[in-house]
């Protein structure tokens, strides 16, 4: 057993239109955590980067919750820990900020305890915490992930595209809690939006799988979440509509948003500068992100 464990960890993209918490993404933007433990007989944590001033530093930190369960799994005995975050991915705005948290400290104590628990086990065990395993599965295994729950069992399968695919993501000032997010959404849809759904998603996969992109404006049509979603973004239809005159492929809310996320094969600067413009003339100020698919999720890069 080590004492130290530094990771890092993707900031992901779910549901993609209409693979509702089925389908994400891992992305180029990093969380990453150092742990160790120690003899202080204290829980200290350091944060620095996105977040900063409103993620609790005391037991009721969602990274020392997961790296609290692994440790009582593994039945290591510790007496204190340090935790040092270095955030990059916005918290609270539908990139995955929670399951680049939960991975993290899954992972990192995973790594501080000799590697006890499988990718499977940790996939698991983090999608249990999350409660549903789209934004986990790309955190931990990179890529393009598609996961379904099967007799409770969180299940995945990740692949690359093979060609070029960028993500243009405009981040809006405000945050939007994935729990608020999910209020709006009703019990049950009806039978024709389900059909709907089921095949924009049977699309998105085939599209992705095989370089398809001039399906994804289809491709990413939903009607079980967004429709129901779009009053908690202000401008959201314009955003989508400044995306595709600047030569998007397709748009769709990144998660449970606020922010909102442009597939591309060219042109990305125009479509992130179209896309903010929409914001701001919304009354929303709003920067862009220009993303690749990661293809590795959550790795151990130092002990
Ligand atoms: N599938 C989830 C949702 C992702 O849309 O609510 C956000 O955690």
Redo the contacts with the bound molecule.
């Keep these: 057993m080590t004492n130290t464990a530094r990771v890092s960890v993707p900031g992901t993209t779910?549901?993609c239109g209409p693979g509702?918490?089925a389908v994400g993404i891992a992305c180029t933007i990093y969380n990453d955590l150092e742990l160790t433990l120690n003899s202080t007989n204290q829980l200290t944590i350091d944060i620095v980067g996105e977040g900063r001033e409103f993620i609790p530093t005391n037991e009721q930190n969602v990274v020392w919750q997961a790296i609290k369960m692994v440790l009582d799994r593994t039945g290591i005995k510790y007496q204190g820990a340090h935790i040092k975050m270095v955030n990059n991915v916005p918290l609270a705005r539908?990139l995955g900020s929670s399951a680049a948290a939960i991975v993290a400290g899954l992972v990192a104590a995973n790594a501080v305890t000799g590697e006890s628990m499988t990718k499977q086990e940790l996939f698991e065990l983090a999608t249990e915490i999350e409660g549903?395993p789209?934004?986990v599965a790309p955190a931990i295994f990179g890529g393009i992930t598609l996961s379904v729950l099967n007799k409770g069992r969180a299940q995945c399968l990740s692949f690359m595209p093979p060609a070029k695919l960028t993500m243009v993501v405009a981040v809006p000032e405000f945050t939007l809690a994935?729990s608020a997010?999910?209020n709006v959404l009703p019990k049950e849809v009806p039978y024709k939006d389900a059909v709907f759904n089921i095949s924009r998603t049977a699309l998105l996969v085939g599209a992705l799988t095989q370089g398809e992109f001039g399906h994804l404006q289809c491709a990413l049509e939903d009607r079980i979440?967004q429709p129901y979603r779009q009053q908690l973004i202000p401008g959201l239809q314009d955003v989508f509509r400044a995306a595709k005159e600047a030569g998007a492929l397709g748009s769709a809310i990144s998660?449970?948003g606020p922010c909102l996320i442009s597939f591309a094969n060219q042109n990305e600067e125009q479509i992130g500068q179209a896309m903010v413009s929409a914001f701001n003339t919304n009354g929303i100020r709003a920067k862009y992100l220009l993303l690749n698919i990661d293809n590795q999720g959550a790795r151990v890069v130092g002990q």
């Design positions: 779910a549901n509702f918490d539908g549903h789209d934004n994935t997010s999910r979440h998660g449970a």
